[in-house]
């Protein structure tokens, strides 16, 4: 296995695109620092790269890549090699190096500026994220045989995390205003790995508006080390449910 | 004998040459712990312009009324405890003065307005440099005139409401000056009521439970370079005409009814160059009609002003808003309020002409705030994607947002504001 995840490791460094994704990770977060003094609003710019840029990158990527090494797989098929641990390679090799791009391309300026206070929180959502959506690239790739169809599955997955569930969540409130919506909220934004990154990097950087009407709820809930632990939860079982969906598929799929 | 007659005199001489000179045959008495005449017999026996010297140690002498003009001082910072049953001290006299002394443990009552000095159709007193520790009401003046209230500590620890008073409290007074006190987890920190002419400076109000100060139908007074600090309900200023604030500090309040500043039924007042920073809500208007708003800082607030349509003919410029979640919020269309040449940190207009000044209006209520004022849930959706494309399209389009509430010259660069360090 640990041959396999090295050779597919080299195949994505080969095609540079990781390196490509880095730099622009770096560059862009290094311009905000060079831009604004206030590292709270640099916190603020990298919100919206970590919540749709890494998400679309990561789904995109994987999804091409998966195809691109179509061929190897079957290759890989033809030896004596469980499937599951071909499929894992994969899933590893990708992830990793998507997460080690994102790690070095907003880590290093933070480093060399100096971590701000919720850069934490940032890093770690940006990881969780780039988890949760390769996993989902995955299940987008071996649902169909097709590249088109697979990649527009996967866009079709990113606009509606990012876009479309928030508008629907933005409607339900304001149909069901009348009623105590606390706890539903909770429920709606658990099932949104997005939502649930950008509350728990809203409960860093918004505090003073959130300690209005509804929102000390959610920051004893977020604040509290029980709501860390479900977050954190919910989010691996983001990565878990697809991947584990995705690797059911692909066992007994007929390639 | 002598030695101490001596020092004696000294004392006299450093420490209070102004009462000396009304009186020639002032009396002065010592009050030890323990010694035969106790506090309560002392005070009682010393007339107009005498003094009485409360040497260290712990005095339990139940509840001490003070009839006569008298320079009462503690030496070393003696102790008067209520025991938690009484009232300590109770004023009915003229230019009273109280100096240097550790009051603690007062009753508690919900009938009566039991406080550690009570000053009742007092006038002219003076209270210095005490402490007071677990008190119900701290320092209370009712109906009482031209008095001074300074360098005092005040804390109480009380776990609910119910079990708190005021830390100083001022109701029907004239002419008071209320400085450099602190004030800590009280009801109201500093409560003002039907006390005009007044100023409150230098003061700090952290922690307590309501207000750190509660203000009503107080006119034209003052109150600059105070700081208030996480307090339950943050500052309430209310039913009140000519009040100035200055330099003040606003921090830290947090909580669905919590502002900075409460300002209701406010006329003819001025806020200047104060600091807002990390409240809820910095400040909440409400019926308040031609205040000037000036040179103020609003930073990292939740809302800066939420400006209900009640208010008229205010006018603000030359704030500088920067890190707040949202700059302005209302809840209707009508707006009579001039907000001109305010520094917007969102403002993304241009200047051609380079006067400083940007060429575009900025709307400073976002569609999104409007959202929130109706559907308060809909604030987990800040900073989602939605809501970006909805306020940018907002911005083009306004359909929601008060047309015309709009800073005309919105300032392109900070001003510098000198606020209290």
Known sequence: MLRLIKYILYDILRNRFILFYTLFLFLSTYAMFQLDSDTSKVILSMLNIVLMVVPLVSIIFTTIHFYNSYEFIEMMLAQPINRSVIFMSQYIAVSVSMSLGFFIGTGTPMLIYGIPDAGYALLLSGFMLTMVFVSMAFLASVITRDKAKAIGMALLFWFYFVLIYDALMLWIVYTFSDYPLEKPILALISANPVDLARVMLLLKLDISALMGFTGAFYRDFFGSNLGIYFAMSVLILWVVIPLWLSMRIFRKKDL | MTVSAQLYFLIVLFSLPGVFLTSAHARIFHVYPNAKQNLQETIAMAGDGDTVYIHQGHYFSGNITVKNQLLIEGIDMPVLDGNLKDEI???????????????????????????????????????????????????????????????????????????????????????????????????????????????????????????????????????????????????????????????????????????????????????????????????????????????????????????????????????????????????????LNTIDSNYWDRYQGYDLDRDGVGDIPFRPVSMFSIIVERVPPAIMLWRSFLVFLLDKVEKIIPVITPENMQDQTPSMKPYDIHTRS
């Open chain 2, 89 to 335: 001290l109770t004023i009915a006299a003229r230019k009273v003065i109280i100096r240097g002394i550790h009051f603690k443990n007062t009753g508690r009552s919900s009938i009566n307005d039991l406080a550690a000095i009570k000053c009742l159709d007092a006038h002219g007193i003076r209270v210095e440099n005490c402490i007071l520790e677990n008190t119900f009401f701290g320092i209370y003046l009712s109906n009482t005139d031209s008095s001074v209230i300074r360098n005092n500590r005040l804390e109480a620890f009380a776990e609910n409401e119910y079990q708190l008073g005021n830390g100083i409290h001022l109701w029907k007074c004239k002419n008071a000056l209320i400085e450099e006190n602190e004030i800590k987890g009280h009801r109201d920190g500093i409560y003002f009521e039907f006390v005009t002419d007044s100023q409150i400076r230098d003061n700090i109000s952290n922690e307590n439970m309501r207000y750190g100060l509660h203000f009503m139908f107080s006119h034209d007074d003052v109150y600059e370079r105070n700081i208030f600090r996480k307090n339950g309900a943050g500052v309430a200023v209310m039913y009140s005409r000519r009040v100035h604030m200055y330099y003040n500090r606003f921090e830290d309040n947090w909580g669905s009814s919590s502002y900075g500043m409460l300002l209701k039924d406010i006329s003819d007042s001025e806020v200047i160059q104060n600091q807002f920073k990390g409240n809820t809500i910095g400040i909440f208007m409400e019926g308040t009609s031609r205040t000037l708003f000036e040179k103020n800082l609003f930073a990292m607030n939740g809302w800066a002003i939420k400006l209900q349509a009640s208010c008229d003919d205010n006018v603000l410029r030359y704030n500088n808003f920067s890190g707040n979640t949202f700059d302005i919020s209302t809840n209707g269309s009508l707006v």
